[in-house]
């Protein structure tokens, strides 16, 4: 009882963001859902498809995608609530500061994770279209990569919408948000 009285005057610290990774629950880093806008403009949901276990930089990044220095890999893929787009997040923790540049056409990025019995189960390496890398200077990067549903493959000389690249940095930059405010 006197430690439950102790704890409501004096709450636990929040953690240092540098440690926010380890220190919140997955579905604190990765929430349930996340509004934002679809490619098309309408307000939608995205909604979390799955979370892939923690993996190394190398692994889970293309090699332009993250500097030396990463050290570990957090993945997620949510699908938009009409379940017609899917994009895999990618949380690079960095052993320090780092920034990303905005990312245009299909840049090195997260590599996607697919997961079975869902919109996202059709995505992979073949059938991201866009992305986005958001870094602040602290330590996180946050990447997406972004595609189709319905499993269909880019090509080279694919235009990719403005509006689909626009969606994908829009779910990098409420994440990364979340871990560093």
């Known amino acids: 009882m006197l430690l439950s009285v102790m704890s409501a005057v004096w709450p636990t610290p929040a953690p240092p963001v540098s440690e926010r990774w380890r220190a919140w629950p997955v579905a604190r880093v990765f929430p349930d859902t996340v509004t934002g806008v679809s490619p098309s403009g ?3 949901t995205y909604v979390l498809a799955g979370v892939a276990p923690e993996a190394p ?4 990044f293309q090699p332009a995608a993250v500097r030396p220095g990463c050290r570990v890999a957090l993945r997620a893929t949510y699908a938009d609530s009409t379940q017609t787009f899917v994009t895999t997040v990618g949380i ?3 052993d320090g500061p780092g920034r990303g540049p905005w990312g245009a056409g299909r840049p090195a990025t997260v590599r996607p994770v697919a997961f079975p019995g869902g919109p996202a189960e059709r995505f992979g390496p073949r059938q991201y279209f866009t992305g986005a890398l958001i870094g602040s200077g602290e ?4 990447a997406t990569a972004a595609g189709y549903a319905d499993g269909r493959s880019y090509q080279p000389g694919d235009r990719v919408t403005r509006r689909l690249r626009d969606a994908a940095r829009q779910v990098a930059t409420t994440l990364h948000r979340a871990l560093t405010r």
Do not use: S
Request: charge should be positive; aromatic fraction near 8%.
């Open 139 to 142: 330590r996180y990067l946050v």
């Open 42 to 44: 309408a307000r939608v």
């Open 57 to 60: 930089c190398r692994v889970a």
């Open 92 to 94: 690079a923790v960095l």
